[in-house]
């Protein structure tokens, strides 16, 4: 029996041993399906607090309730630990680092460049290595193989297997999950492919295989690259349309009535979460190295980034109408999280607004169910408001930046003495009416 027979045996008949490298928004829900699919999996994060809530059964994600995290802790089937030595006993990994962008606009590759050289040291034969992390085309092949393979002198393709599967995360969706959302798989050789397939099969419902790695991470860059543009596209017609005093709200939907040839994408005060602002940057600046520039991918950026400041000075120009100054009011901001619903701040626009409303000297509050405190490496330091009707009774501006659907906003609205709805939150009880203005 070769290496890979044996390796796809103990796939198939899952009792291979899963590792997980990174037990965040990615790597906790993909150990949880594998574990609930009948695999031993072991998650391996340097975050003690996550490992130690781990151990206790008790999630730190809300796309996995606690009673089924405690179920699969208590069963034995999800481990976790901060000692990357496990990875010797381990047929499997996973890599689900973040993969953030420098300030420069270049790529930070050192979580995955981390976690690699962890794993380097405990690869051996009869293991497959899959990374999720979004990247930019050729890691896999560029970085991981020559980091993973060279040490020990094993073959990839017949002595171990090396894979690439974008994760396809969208936390707070309850109609597409981890094990619903189809799976795309491109290996190093034909063989690797097989194998991780293979693998991810065991527990996802669907799997798509392609070529080879860089097709796959391709088609990550292509499908974040492809919404970045369209809520670009939106954006921009938000700012043609205000300049012109047509309602954008009213001409999206009028358009979204068209059964075909078009897709509904809604403007907002900028784009946040862990891939939309951030992987398309990925293949820009992969480009560069061709000599070649992304020029929707540059354009829709810059577009997408100035929102934020958009959203302030409509804001400014608003209560200046109103006989009112931005400098000194009190601003309640509505939403902190980068989407509605959940607990992420990611690259979330809330906090460019929130700093540039202070850098016009008003003062600034901020509520949101989900995030209580605000504590980011700009310095920014804030605790979310206790009863957000009473701030709303007292704020001179009240912004809606994230429209959580836990906010009562008829409410709001008959409180406040003025709102700035950039989310259309209020819908058409927002419309026409003189305490607001709306993106």
């Known amino acids: 029996m070769t290496v890979k027979e044996a390796l796809l045996k103990q796939l198939k008949e899952k009792t291979a041993r899963i590792g997980i490298l990174g037990m965040g928004y990615v790597g906790l829900p993909l150990a949880v399906v594998f574990a609930e699919a009948g695999f031993t999996v072991t998650g391996i994060d340097p975050d003690k607090r996550k490992v130690d809530s781990l151990k206790e059964g008790v999630s730190y994600i809300p796309d996995v309730p606690t009673e089924i995290a405690a179920r699969l802790v208590k069963s034995g089937r999800l481990k976790a630990t901060t000692d990357f030595s496990v990875l010797k006993d381990m047929d499997a990994a996973s890599i689900c680092v973040p993969t953030p962008l420098r300030k420069t606009g270049d790529p930070d590759m050192s979580f995955i460049m981390s976690a690699t050289e962890e794993l380097a040291k405990y690869v051996h034969k009869g293991m497959v290595v899959v990374l999720e992390s979004t990247t930019y085309p050729g890691t896999t092949r560029e970085v991981l193989l020559p980091m ?37 798989v491109g290996g190093i050789t034909a ?83 862990h891939c939309i602002p951030i992987d398309p940057l990925y293949l820009s600046w992969k480009m560069k190295a061709y000599q070649y520039t992304a020029r929707f991918i540059e354009l829709a950026s810059d577009i997408n980034t100035n929102m934020p400041r958009y959203v302030v000075n409509r804001i400014l120009e608003a209560m200046n109408e109103r006989g009112q100054t931005l400098k000194g009011s009190r601003c309640l901001v509505l939403g902190a999280a980068y989407k509605p619903d959940i607990d992420d701040i990611r690259e979330s626009p809330t906090l460019d607004v929130i700093g540039l409303l202070q850098k016009k000297g008003a003062e600034v509050s901020y ?39 836990t906010y009562d906003y008829q409410a709001i609205l008959e409180a406040a003495k003025f709102i700035f709805d950039s989310r259309n939150a209020l819908g058409k009880a927002g419309k026409d009416n003189p305490k607001v203005a709306r993106l």
Request: proline share 5%; charged share 20%; net charge negative.
């Open 148 to 184: 993973l393979g060279v040490k020990n002198s094993l073959k990839v393709g017949e002595d171990w297997f090396l894979a690439f599967s974008p994760e396809r995360v969208d936390p707070g969706r309850t109609d597409y999950t981890t094990i619903n959302t189809p799976k795309v």
């Open 191 to 273: 063989a690797c492919a097989e194998v991780a397939a293979t693998w991810y099969g065991g527990a996802i419902q669907h799997i798509h295989m392609v070529s080879s790695a860089e097709a796959a991470e391709m088609a990550k860059l292509l499908e974040n690259t492809f919404r970045m543009i369209n809520i670009a596209m939106v954006n921009e017609l938000a700012i043609m349309c205000e300049r012109m005093g047509v309602d954008v709200w009213e001409v999206i939907e009028a358009a979204a009535t068209k059964p075909f040839g078009f897709m509904k994408f809604t403007p907002g005060p900028g784009l946040g979460g």
């Open 367 to 405: 509520h949101d169910p989900y995030i209580l405190h605000l504590h980011t490496h700009d310095g920014l330091e804030m605790d979310s408001v206790p009863d957000v009707m009473a701030a709303v009774h007292q704020a001179d501006c009240v912004v809606i930046v994230t429209n959580h659907k």
